[in-house]
């Protein structure tokens, strides 16, 4: 697996290259509908550009992440606009019981949000039922845990090329390549069935391709940069352009449209479970 206890995460390249993903959480923000009384807790917040959003509409939201620099720019963001219902703590989620101690008080949350966050937080299969308890002992009971993440098939192409490049520029097994994907994408059933064993009444669960279009002048360089930034640091230095260019060249076909934009296939799982009254 991807070196798991370094911080990957610059606030700079993830607003370059993936200011997309907090834009396109309409349907997640809706479905958490913020209330003016609700305490959330919003895990894996990055910079916290949708945490300092939903302050607005909740009494407070506390946003945890494990990457220093975005839990920086989100406590700057939160001071430079004034807003002073929003905290903001470094925690590995994947450990939400024993990490996020300090910040969750069990029972104390009316809402648990996440976007584009699960499928990280997830990779490790040996912590991954205790995120979902931790989501469940940090709700009041009736609370909601409501999320966004990448679902079974989420850039397949991205991930596929990934370990082609690995193997060929890099020399790694196939194996040992597809071990440094730092993501877990779950499919509608398993995300039902943890959720359920965690105690979680599972209201919705659903999963949609949505084809995504990549910031321009970044494209897919940028996004593999960005999100691979994790994989390229467990190689050698010296194969780590190599890399990503031999995926590039293999993506370039795939990912580009007639007018030149790049698209790469998103595929969102969504979800609403509730913690029984
Ligand atoms: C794509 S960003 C999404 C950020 C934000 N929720 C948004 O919608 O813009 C994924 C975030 O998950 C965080 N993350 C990854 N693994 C994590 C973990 N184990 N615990 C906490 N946060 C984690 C990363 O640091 C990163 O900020």
């Not at 834009?23 to 949708?50: E, H, M, N, R, W």
């Not at 903001?88 to 809402?111: H, N």
């Not at 031999?246 to 007018?259: I, K, N, P, Q, Y």
Request: proline share 3%.
């Amino acid at each position: 697996m991807a070196s798991a206890n370094k911080d990957h995460w610059s606030s700079n390249t993830y607003q370059a290259s993936a200011s997309f993903v907090p834009k396109l959480a309409t349907k997640v923000v809706q479905y958490l509908d913020a209330k003016p009384s609700d305490k959330i807790l919003d895990i894996g917040c990055g910079d916290g550009v949708l945490t300092l959003d939903l302050a607005s509409s909740c009494s407070s939201i506390v946003g945890l992440d494990f990457s220093a620099s975005m839990i920086q720019t989100a406590k700057d963001e939160a001071a430079k606009k004034n807003i002073t219902n929003a905290t903001f703590g470094i925690a590995d989620c994947s450990r939400l019981p024993e990490d996020g101690k300090s910040f969750v008080q069990p029972g104390s949350y009316d809402k648990v949000f996440s976007n584009a966050a699960m499928h990280w937080i997830l990779r490790n299969p040996e912590t991954r039922d205790g995120v979902f308890r931790g989501a469940y002992d940090a709700l009041k009971p009736g609370g909601v845990f409501v999320f966004e993440c990448g679902g079974a098939g989420n850039v397949a192409e991205t991930v596929t090329a990934f370990i082609a490049s690995l193997v060929h520029v890099a020399g790694l097994s196939v194996d040992a390549a597809r071990e440094l994907i730092p993501w877990y994408f779950a499919s509608e059933a398993w995300a039902s069935a943890r959720l359920e064993k965690a105690g979680f009444k599972v209201e919705k669960i659903e999963l949609e391709y949505r084809p995504t279009k990549l910031v321009e002048g970044q494209g897919i360089e940028g996004w593999l940069r960005l999100f691979g930034a994790g994989i390229l640091d467990s190689i050698d230095e010296s194969k780590r352009d190599g890399v990503i260019n031999h995926a590039v060249g293999l993506l370039s076909g795939t990912v580009t449209r007639e007018d030149g934009s790049e698209y790469i296939g998103y595929v969102r799982l969504r979800g609403i479970a509730r913690k029984p009254q």
